[in-house]
């Protein structure tokens, strides 16, 4: 029976590596086809993966340990006598200096990925070239569903409503290719906007007014969701973020805002 626990212990570390191994093939790690659509979200995948491999690595390590403690447990002689033991300081030191040091090389190799994350000056775009995210709505979060707000075509967002803003509800038009900004407030609860393929989530918080930054690569309309069981309507949060060239975001602004502004009367046709 000893033997069989060893072997089990063995294999389910076999396995779960081999499952790691494949599961990019088979689409199992990332939302949406399994590759980030922003700039920062390939940053965030590649900090995920050298995580795992740092886990795996240890995982296997531990496992392979175990196996070999109860294989010995399992095969040895009556006659062999156990080994009393009162711990070994030098050990004690390796273990605790090993991990100490793989979280100190963690936190320090993922400070550009966080400062690109949460320091306004620090992001770049796709090309690596530093740039300001050019704020495009504010987002409010409400029970149960997302209130957007533009500023006119060609004017600059305001901190307050304008006369000619355009509204939306639960679809977010951005024009796509370059980072991105949009201030996330919420009108009762909290909540929180995940965009999963652009790997972004942050919570929305009462009285605040959040920036929240990203770039879209593609041109194409991608799940947005809301990440804070905020209520019985937690479901229904389930909106979209469209992403389009320049001159298509620009065209649904002047559309947007013709359907939002029609009176319904049609204007005189003139006489000839
Ligand atoms: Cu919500």
């Not at 689409?27 to 086809?33: E, K, R």
């Not at 995580?51 to 294989?71: E, M, N, R, S």
């Not at 690109?116 to 070239?129: C, L, M, V, Y």
């Amino acid at each position: 029976m000893g033997k069989l626990w060893s072997l089990f212990f063995v294999f389910s570390a076999v396995i779960a590596v081999a499952l790691c191994w494949f599961a990019p093939d088979w689409n199992w790690w990332f939302p949406g086809d399994g590759k980030a659509h922003s700039t920062l979200g390939g940053k965030i995948d590649d900090l995920f993966h050298l995580i795992l491999i740092i886990v795996a690595v240890t995982f296997i390590g531990t496992q392979a340990a175990l196996g070999y403690v109860l294989w010995r447990g399992a095969t040895i002689k009556p006659e062999e006598k156990a080994l009393f033991s009162h711990g070994s300081h030098s050990l004690e030191v390796i273990w605790t200096i090993v991990p100490s040091a793989v979280l100190l090389f963690i936190a320090l190799y993922q400070l550009d990925v966080w400062a690109q994350f949460r320091i306004k000056g620090a992001i770049r775009d796709s090309h690596g070239k530093m740039v300001r995210p050019e704020p495009v709505a504010e987002l409010t979060a409400r029970q149960f569903e997302w209130r957007i707000r533009y500023p006119a075509k060609g004017k600059p967002l305001q901190p307050k409503p304008q006369p000619d803003d355009i509204y939306s509800v639960n679809e977010l038009h951005i024009p796509s290719g370059r980072p991105v900004e949009v201030t996330l407030r919420t009108d009762d609860v909290q909540h929180a906007i995940f965009i999963p393929e652009l790997r972004i989530k942050q919570d929305a918080v009462a009285s605040l007014k959040i920036p929240v930054w990203f770039d879209a690569l593609d041109n194409r309309d991608y799940e947005m969701l809301c990440a804070e069981l905020c209520g019985w309507g937690h479901y229904k949060m389930k909106a979209k973020v469209v992403a389009r060239s320049d001159e298509d975001f620009d065209a649904w602004k002047e559309q947007a805002s013709a359907e939002q502004f029609d009176d319904g009367f049609r204007k005189p046709v003139e006489a000839k």
